[in-house]
């Protein structure tokens, strides 16, 4: 199966800081690599698909980039409601697989 | 936009069996692959597994002897069967609406979740 390791597993960011998240495969994935936005008792949310396709109705502060193995997920302005975790997932396989996550906390 | 929902029972006993049901509306079941994911309290995300309509289905294979998942296109409702549960097994349960079918899919729409716990 292909491991997906995050980085950092959490940080500590104010309001308006750049935050980037980091994404690797164990192997190359291509561009098949989606983040996910999960807040406590909310539905799950699809920010970016295919490594930098903003999902309709996302702000355009998140952003998505990488290939092969090394994927990014920069939020360039954080805002309030961003406070939350953050999962890159790889379907290039049969056997989808989710990072471990990242959580975006106040400062 | 399709709308998802997660039903069954908040406790399940060891070792015994977790029936669960995603009701969809809005929709065409028979359109899309659809998925079940999981999250353990205090844990990441876990991929259970993908199904079609059509009864073709992609299992995680850590889950894969003890999971059956399938579709009831006349109630247009998924369903998910783990045998054998342990307290491992405790967790958020949600179902998705997958945009794609296969290498390159992504999970663009979930419902709420249900909560899970296995203990006696």
């Known amino acids: 199966d292909i491991q997906m390791t995050q980085s950092p597993p959490s940080l500590s960011a104010s309001v308006g800081d750049r935050v980037t998240i980091t994404c690797r495969a164990s192997q190359t994935i291509v561009k098949y690599l989606n983040w996910y936005q999960v807040k406590p008792g909310i539905a799950p949310k699809l920010l970016i698909d295919a490594a930098s396709r903003l999902q309709s109705g996302i702000p355009a502060r998140f952003s998505g980039s990488g290939s092969e193995t090394d994927f990014t997920l920069t939020i360039s302005s954080l805002q309030p409601e961003d406070f939350a975790t953050y999962y890159c997932q790889q379907s290039y396989s049969t056997f989808w697989t989710f990072g471990q996550g990242t959580k975006v906390e106040i400062k | 936009q399709v709308q998802l929902l997660e039903s069954g029972p908040g406790l399940v006993k060891p070792s015994e069996t977790l029936s669960l049901t995603c009701t969809v509306s809005r929709d065409s079941i028979s359109t899309y692959y659809w998925s079940w994911i999981r999250q353990p309290p205090g844990k990441g995300l876990e991929w259970i597994g993908n199904l079609f309509y059509n009864g073709i289905t992609y299992y995680n294979p850590s889950l894969e002897s003890r999971l059956s998942m399938s579709v009831d296109t006349s109630k247009s409702q998924l369903s998910l069967r783990l045998t054998s549960v342990t307290a491992a097994d405790t967790a958020m349960y949600y179902c998705?609406?997958?945009?794609?079918?296969?290498?390159?899919?992504?999970?663009?729409?979930w419902g709420p979740g249900i909560a899970v716990t296995v203990s006696s």
């Open positions: 998705s609406k997958v945009r794609g079918s296969g290498r390159g899919g992504s999970h663009d729409f």
